[in-house]
T-cell receptor, first 118, second 112 residues
Framework: EPEVTQTPSHQVTQMGQEVILRCVPI?????FYWYRQILGQKVEFLVSFYNNEISEKSEIFDDQFSVERPDGSNFTLKIRSTKLEDSAMYFC????????????????FGDGTRLSIL | AQSVTQLDSHVSVSEGTPVLLRCNYS??????LFWYVQHPNKGLQLLLKYTSAATLVKGINGFEAEFKKSETSFHLTKPSAHMSDAAEYFCVRMDSSYKLIFGSGTRLLVRP
């Protein structure tokens, strides 16, 4: 079964450094998402991406964050100047299409990247 | 705001006994609801989804969920727990802009 793959599985970075988290969505999927889960808290939405542009972003997704689909397969999340509070598990997800009333298209998730900011 | 509430942070059952993980959603005309499972050090795996075609939804690994509009609930059940079911379970809804809203999760412990 096709999978969403994320690399690296664990990233340790010094505060203030830039970090890029990488994701390869399922190949025929068109919609891409990033979520994060801070330890002990809920999984929360960061951003959605379609047709090479951001569809929606949360309040968390401020100017230090950016997303890109640099080629036909990768989908990246960049954090420009990391802060201690950016430490979290980051999940990439993709879906084939938007849901309609009769068929909720689910989002398929990768295994996540655990980001630790020192 | 659209939300989901998972009523139990932890549920502990014995192997072979039924599982009930509770979820309530805030009222909406037609909620899009899902259950995801997360095993240790793994990603979020879709268990099942509510499509409005049927109120009883069957998922993978013997799990099912019943959509009850009168109770605004979407509880997850399994007749007989297996050790491999030990994981964290998330009740999730999709909001009007197609992003997922997660519940706080329920950690299922299965005792031998």
């Amino acid at each position: 079964e096709p999978e969403v793959t994320q690399t690296p599985s664990h990233q340790v970075t010094q505060m203030g450094q830039e970090v890029i988290l990488r994701c390869v969505p399922i190949s025929n999927h068109l919609y891409f998402y990033w979520y994060r889960q801070i330890l002990g808290q809920k999984v929360e939405f960061l951003v959605s991406f379609y047709n090479n542009e951001i569809s929606e972003k949360s309040e968390i997704f401020d100017d230090q964050f950016s997303v890109e689909r640099p080629d036909g397969s990768n989908f990246t999340l960049k954090i420009r100047s990391t802060k201690l509070e950016d430490s979290a598990m980051y999940f990439c997800a993709s879906s084939e299409a938007l849901p309609d009333f009769y068929s909720n298209q689910p989002q398929h998730f990768g295994d996540g990247t655990r980001l630790s900011i020192l | 705001a659209q939300s989901v509430t998972q009523l139990d942070s932890h549920v502990s059952v014995s192997e072979g006994t039924p599982v009930l993980l509770r979820c309530n959603y805030s009222s909406s005309y037609s909620p899009s609801l899902f259950w995801y499972v997360q095993h240790p050090n793994k990603g979020l795996q879709l268990l099942l989804k509510y499509t409005s075609a049927a109120t009883l939804v069957k998922g993978i690994n013997g799990f099912e969920a019943e959509f009850k509009k009168s109770e605004t609930s979407f509880h997850l059940t399994k007749p007989s727990a297996h050790m491999s079911d030990a994981a964290e379970y998330f009740c999730v809804r999709m909001d009007s802009s197609y992003k997922l809203i997660f519940g706080s999760g329920t950690r299922l412990l299965v005792r031998p």
